[in-house]
């Protein structure tokens, strides 16, 4: 969890650092991080590449039982865009003891906004979600 918690205390904008969506007894937390928030040490550690217009989005699935919530790993397939441009996201799984979550690197335009957009589905789940939201980045 260290590197979640890294990525969610480095992140000084306007809008809340990390947000999250319900879907049934799922709850999935997301951000939006500028690489350059990311100390060098822990962007190379989780092969990160800094820049001034580089960010990465941060997703963790937690299922909500009896006496609080547990992370889920789940299956996830995603893409973002701009008005100039349309990526795939890859997602790569990290896992710090109990904590699982998933990141993608993407690069942006200054002050443009970047749309999301990704199906999931966490493990015990009996069906995929789709979630798609907007988040304005800057250069920092």
């Given at each position: 969890?260290?590197?979640?918690?890294?990525?969610?205390?480095?992140?000084?904008?306007?809008?809340?650092?990390?947000?999250?969506?319900?879907?049934?007894?799922?709850?999935?937390?997301?951000?939006?991080?500028?690489?350059?928030?990311?100390?060098?040490?822990i962007a190379a550690t989780y092969g990160?590449?800094?820049?001034?217009?580089?960010?990465?989005?941060?997703?963790?699935a937690r299922e909500n039982v009896a006496?609080?919530?547990?992370?889920?790993?789940?299956?996830?397939?995603?893409?973002?865009?701009?008005?100039?441009?349309?990526?795939?996201?890859?997602?790569?799984?990290?896992?710090?003891?109990?904590?699982?979550?998933?990141?993608?690197?993407?690069?942006?335009?200054?002050?443009?906004?970047?749309?999301?957009?990704?199906?999931?589905?966490?493990?015990?789940?009996?069906?995929?979600?789709?979630?798609?939201?907007?988040?304005?980045?800057?250069?920092?």
């Open positions: 969890m260290r590197f979640l918690i890294i990525c969610l205390a480095l992140v000084a904008s306007p809008a809340p650092a990390q947000q999250s969506e319900t879907f049934g007894p799922f709850e999935l937390h997301y951000s939006v991080v500028n690489t350059t928030f990311l100390e060098p040490d990160i590449t800094r820049g001034e217009k580089r960010a990465i989005l941060n997703l963790a006496g609080g919530s547990e992370s889920r790993t789940m299956a996830l397939k995603g893409r973002t865009w701009d008005l100039m441009q349309e990526q795939a996201l890859e997602f790569r799984e990290i896992r710090e003891g109990d904590a699982v979550y998933y990141i993608a690197e993407f690069a942006f335009i200054n002050e443009e906004w970047r749309f999301f957009e990704f199906d999931f589905r966490p493990s015990g789940a009996q069906q995929s979600y789709t979630f798609k939201f907007k988040h304005q980045l800057f250069v920092e």
